[in-house]
Structure formats: structure tokens, C-alpha cells
């Protein structure tokens, strides 16, 4: 672009202040410093040993010879497999639904009665049971132990736990 | 595609070669013809200021990206009307006006302003660049106020020569209108 350009063509009618491109000068202190700081950004302090990149190769893994393989499955077996598995899945799914219903029909034909004598049954035979275990467990009491117990510590222990009192005469 | 004083700055600056002395070449090679084109966009003195040293700035910033398929001239120019477009974009957006508002905001302050010493027929006329699309006002600024080559203008603005003539031509018929419309403000 040539010199001329500076000048315009046709007045535009604006004008600038006295002196102003003769003094105009782009603001550089901050600007500088905002230059700085991106360059700062970029050197990271990171170095890389003596003429890194000037060495520099990529190393290609060499091609190694590799053996004939064998396919496990050809297209001819695969299908002889799959046939034989749908075959015993679908064997599988009927005789798990013939199984459903055979259940299902031994249920609807249970007596609610006998149902309900069954549960009281049950629930009676644990209560018992968690008794048995009450009684079967180092919370049992010896005979011998309780004679051999003297007669004055017990009232003692007795008269010391005046709660334990309160409950006996209850 | 650079002039040899382009090449020189472009390459002290690139390589850091005492890059404040390059830079202020640069700055003054370029200052002016920049320092209108912005004003031309933004018709207010201290607006153009501020885009300016913006321009400069962002110049310094990316020269290092310029890659000198374009000419440094059509670059910074370019720089330019992108900064002064985003400029005007958010001054119409703080004074929650339309863009076509802001343009009758500048003209009115146009009158009053110490830095606009045009008459009645250049008020008139930058009244008429105001009314035109965006592109077709760039491309009259830069034609007919900067003489700029239908060339230069389309490598700044990355349109082809003959849209350009086209977009010219649109603007210079619409001003004409406005100004026989407008004759009263002239006589």
C-alpha cells in the first residue's frame, strides 16, 4: 500500500487533536506485561536432555513373523453348535414352564385350614425351639452351683441391689 | 506478498530481534491509514483511539500467527474491522439499543462534536453512509474515503472483486437517493 493512503481521498469532515499521530504511541507498559505473562504460560521450566529433538526418532515396532492360526470355529461348525444349543435351551424353557405349572396347580389345591394350622405349627415349634437354645446355653443354672452359693452373699448381693429386691417382691 | 520494509519488520518481530523497534516501524507505517479507516466505522475520536491501540496490540499479539499468505496490510485492516465491529456491537448492547440506533446515536453526536468540522453537505453525506448495510458501507469508506484498490478492499474483506464493484455501486445509487431526498439539509 503506498504512501498516499495516509491521506484521504475526499474530506470526511472529522478531524483529530493537535499533534495526535505525531504523538500517538501504543500503551505498552501493560500491554507488554500481559505479552510477558503468556510467555510466561508457555515456558513451562520443563527441559529435555542435550539435543532431544535433533535425535529424535520414532521407533516402529519391527514386523514379527507370525504363525498360521487357526479359527476354533468355522462358519460350517458354528452353525452345527448353534443349532444343538437352541435345541437345549428351548428343551430348557419348556420343561422349566411344564415345572411352573405343575407347581402352581399342587399349590391352588393346598386347604387354607391346613395352610394356616401349618403356620401356627411352625411358629409354635420356634418359640419352642428358642427356648430349647435359652436353656441348652451357658445360661443354664446348676443345682450344684446354686447350693454351694452362701446364703449370707446372697442377701448381701440382694441388699446391694435394691432393685433386684423390688422385682422378687413383686 | 510483502513489501521488503514488511518483510524486515514482519521477521524481527517473529524472531524477537529487538521487537520494540520493529514493532514502533510497524506503528508507524500503519497508524493513520488504520487510525481513519476505525473512525470512518466509528465516527468518535476517543471511540477510534481505543480501537486503535487495541488493533496494535492484538497485531503484536498474533504477528507470530501470520502466516503471509495475505498481505500484512490486508491483515491488520482486517483487524481492525473486526475490532470495530465487536466495538460497536457492545456499545449498542450497553445502551440496549438496535445497531441501526447506535448509528443515529454517533450522527446526532456527530453534530456537537470539536473533532467533526464537516459542513452541512458532509454531514449529509455521512447521514446517507449511516442508512447503508453494513458491508456495503465498509466498502464505500474504503473506496471512496481511502482510495483503496477494488483489490486491496477485496483482500481485506474476503470477497470477491466483482461482488465488491456490485456492492459499490448499490451504495453510491442509495446515497444519491438520500442526498436528492435529503436536499433540504444541503441547501
Partial sequence: ?170 | MLTDKEKEIVNKLKENKNPDAAFQELVNLYKEPLYWHIRNMLKDHEDTHDVLQNTFIKVFKYIKNFKEESKLYSWMYRIATNESITFLNKKAKKLNISNQELQDHLLNNLESDTYFEGDKIQLALQKAIAQLPEKQKQVFNMKYFQDLKYKEIAEILEISEGALKSNYHHAVKKIKNFLDQDQTLID
Fill in chain 1, 1 to 170: 500500500m503506498s504512501k498516499k493512503k495516509h491521506i484521504l481521498k475526499h474530506k470526511t469532515g472529522f478531524k483529530t487533536p493537535e499533534n495526535y499521530f505525531e504523538d500517538f504511541q501504543v500503551n505498552m507498559p501493560s500491554f507488554r506485561e500481559e505479552i510477558e505473562i503468556e510467555n510466561k504460560s508457555i515456558d513451562s521450566g520443563f527441559k529435555v536432555p542435550q539435543n532431544y529433538f535433533e535425535n529424535f526418532k520414532v521407533e516402529l515396532p519391527q514386523e514379527n513373523k507370525k504363525g498360521k492360526v487357526i479359527s476354533l470355529f468355522s462358519v460350517k461348525n458354528i452353525s452345527k453348535v448353534s443349532a444343538i444349543a437352541a435345541i437345549f435351551l428351548i428343551g430348557f424353557f419348556v420343561f422349566k414352564s411344564q415345572f411352573a405349572i405343575n407347581q402352581f396347580s399342587n399349590e391352588v389345591d393346598i386347604n387354607p385350614i391346613a395352610l394356616e394350622e401349618q403356620l401356627e405349627k411352625d411358629y409354635f415349634d420356634i418359640e419352642f425351639r428358642d427356648f430349647d437354645v435359652s436353656l441348652n446355653g451357658n445360661n443354664t443354672v446348676d443345682e450344684k452351683e446354686l447350693k454351694s452359693i452362701d446364703e449370707d452373699a446372697i442377701l448381701d448381693y440382694l441388699s446391694e441391689n435394691a432393685e433386684l429386691i423390688t422385682l422378687i417382691e413383686e
